[in-house]
């Protein structure tokens, strides 16, 4: 299929080697605490156990949120972040202090999971930005002999956000046809 643009594959992104701690760190006590094992079409983890014991079980669930909570924050994370995240914390302890029915809506909402995406994808568009910065700030070095064939190329980068970008126009030389198009459509010349 000669119309479609070819792309370029995706550089691999890597994280700093704090923030990579940090968050397997947060992802594993996460998958603990809202999904250690799966009951009928729910997740159960630690959170939901909790939920058994009335007020005392929420109170403590709470407490492991907010420790998971400040070991993100080790992240340098921004103010918005940190509101969401707090959110999700406190919507899922106000739906656990609802008697019977909030242990259900508990396993259903898993505010650490949810906590655990807003990070992951966080940190991992922050750290494209960080790559692609150092490319856009310099241009192409161009070699210091004579010999203008001999180009120092950056090296490729990627962006999750961004679209791959664009071609430059097609200049021919003097003289010279541009190749021909194709035809469209039927090829016996009839219409």
Known sequence: MGWLRKTQPPVEVQLPERDARILAKYEYRAKQFDEMFKLCCCWIGYDVLLDFIPIVGKVISLGFSLSMYRLACGCDLPSSLRRTMLYHISVDFVLGMIPILGILLTALYRANTKNARLLRRFLYQRASQQQLQPSRTSPPAFSSSSNTAEIQKPAPT????????????REFEAGTNPPPTPPRGDSSGAS
Not at 159 to 169: I, K, N, R, T, V
Request: net charge neutral; charged share 0%.
């Open 158 to 169: 990627a962006s999750f956000a961004s679209a791959p970008p664009a071609l430059p126009p």
